[in-house]
């Protein structure tokens, strides 16, 4: 009977002792690992996260495009040296918002030839022929003798000419282009008056599910275009940032209705110094 018993407790011991010998060896693995992390040293076995992965965490990564695929935006942009790629990284919106439509026919308005631009005007506008299959564009340019001089290398566009915060002349273009426009790119008004007028002018010619991207933010600081150079913090000034703020508001509220554009706003993303805002389509819930 004491045989039996002393067998009974043999099984019982040999599972155990297997069970207490793995954690002890799991135990030493997670020591190591610790160990390791703490001296500076990687843990051998352990794959990186995504070997992918190059350059600073805050690097963007152009998008790559096959050999038979459509160059993106940013290749385009890059190529006929547009600031929105080499100064800025404001391809990265373009790059994501625009390919659903670059093959269809698109209706655009750019604010700004790039008369200010050091080489004058055109990089944009090369880069929107391109990259669009079939683009109907236009520009309203604030600076008439730029857009005269420039006239004749920009048949590829229709180009008006008057004040971007002058309402008269905002609703003359728009009776005249019959609006419905897919695409509206503000990159030439950076007084806070004239981003403010344009976006709540503008934003009701603008088709549903179009989108209007507004660029160069960093101007809501600078106290010379109007804006707010203590960082925000004079309720007294109106800077296009504060509008952004104000329309997110009305986004976050079930009732929110500050602004009457916001009503229409299926969303609205932005990067450092641009944002874009979608346009609700209403046969999508």
């Known amino acids: 009977m004491m045989a039996?018993?002393?067998?009974?407790?043999?099984v019982l011991a040999v599972p155990t002792i297997l069970l207490l010998l793995g954690l002890a060896h799991q135990h030493d693995r997670v020591r190591d690992t610790i160990q390791n992390a703490w001296n500076g040293k990687e843990a051998l076995a352990t794959p990186p996260l995504s070997s992918s992965l190059k350059g600073p965490p805050t690097a963007l990564t152009p998008p790559s495009t096959g050999s038979d695929g459509p160059a993106s935006f940013h290749d385009i942009g890059d190529k006929y040296g547009t600031d929105k790629v080499k100064e800025r990284n404001y391809w990265f919106l373009y790059d994501k918002y625009l390919p659903p439509i670059r093959n269809q026919r698109v209706k655009m308005l750019e604010i700004g030839?790039?008369?200010?631009?050091?080489?004058g005007p055109g990089a944009s506008y090369y880069t929107w022929l391109e990259y669009f299959s079939h683009v109907e564009l236009y520009y309203i340019e604030s600076d008439a003798e730029c857009a005269r001089k420039w006239a004749a290398k920009t048949t590829g566009a229709k180009i008006y000419v008057g004040g971007l915060a002058d309402k008269s002349f905002l609703h003359t273009f728009i009776d005249e282009t019959g609006g419905e426009f897919d695409l509206v790119i503000d990159g030439g008004g950076h007084r806070m008056s004239q981003q403010m007028t344009l976006l709540e002018m503008l934003w009701k010619i603008i088709k549903p599910g179009g989108m209007y991207f507004v660029e160069d933010l960093e101007t809501s600081y600078v106290d010379r275009l109007g804006g707010d150079q203590s960082g925000g913090k004079d309720s007294k000034i109106k800077t296009m940032a504060k509008y952004i703020y104000?329309?997110?508001?009305?986004?976050?509220?079930?009732?929110g209705a500050k602004h009457t554009i916001g009503m229409h706003m299926r969303g609205i993303e932005c990067q450092r110094q641009i944002c874009v805002f979608v346009k609700k389509d209403m046969s999508v819930i």
């Open 246 to 255: 104000e329309l997110m508001d009305d986004m976050f509220q079930a009732d």
């Open 4 to 10: 039996v018993q002393r067998a009974h407790y043999i």
């Open 113 to 119: 030839l790039g008369c200010d631009m050091a080489d």
